[in-house]
């Protein structure tokens, strides 16, 4: 398991928050081996980042803001560059293990991605890396002037799409992703109570 990953991706040494282990792993990916192997690493100039295992409960508080009805369901454990958050669904299951679901807080929507820890990064990240991590934006951002965001950093709407913001570059800025999930989850359920039914 994930070395498709290990060799499609590379670390950035810099952008990280610790150092990178060489892991390999046999059979099917737990959730735990994940981040104990590579939580904290920064990949391919920021656009995938492993979180660290101790802010994994700090994600899954940010997370329940925006997205209350996924409660206790998800642990968190990647982000991209945009700061949309990958978590493993315990209600959800894919070949046997639960799946995976991406937290997009520009769009203010929550995804299931038909995938688990193992095919998401071996499989997904490698054959649907634009559709997954938006690489080809990231390009142009990074072309354009842009900086390669730290481990604590997103390049976030500076209006977000569900508030008819454009996604374009001129709609992007640097933010602390902290910062960044705390407002866009107030203005997710904010949005979410205009519309009825939600």
Same mark, same amino acid.
């Given at each position: 398991m994930l070395e498709a990953f290990q060799k499609s991706f590379s670390v950035d040494v810099a952008l990280s928050v610790r150092s990178t282990r060489n892991t390999s792993y046999s059979g099917a990916l737990s959730l735990r081996e994940l981040i104990e192997g590579l939580g904290g690493i920064s990949f391919d100039r920021g656009l995938y980042r492993l979180i660290q295992a101790s802010d994994v409960e700090d994600w899954n508080a940010r997370v329940a803001v925006a997205f209350p009805?996924?409660?206790? *369901?998800v642990v968190c454990f990647g982000f991209d560059w945009l700061g949309r958050v990958f978590a493993v669904d315990r209600e959800r299951s894919e070949h046997g293990q639960p799946g995976v679901v991406m937290f997009e807080p520009g769009t203010g929507e929550a995804l299931q991605i038909p995938c688990n820890i193992g095919t998401f990064h071996d499989e997904e990240l490698i054959e @649907?890396? +634009?559709?997954?991590?938006?690489?080809?934006?990231?390009q142009r951002w990074l072309?354009?002037? &842009?900086?390669?965001? *730290? @481990?604590e950093q997103c390049v976030g709407y500076r209006k977000p799409l569900f508030l008819g913001g454009a +996604?374009?570059?001129s709609n992007l800025v640097m933010s602390d992703i902290d910062v960044y999930w705390h407002l866009m &989850?107030?203005?997710i359920q904010k949005a979410? &109570?205009?519309?009825?039914?939600?």
């Open positions: 009805e996924f409660g206790e *369901r @649907y890396g +634009d559709a997954a991590l938006a690489s080809e934006f990231h072309k354009n002037g &842009g900086s390669a965001p *730290r @481990y +996604d374009e570059l &989850g107030q203005l979410k &109570g205009l519309i009825p039914g939600h």
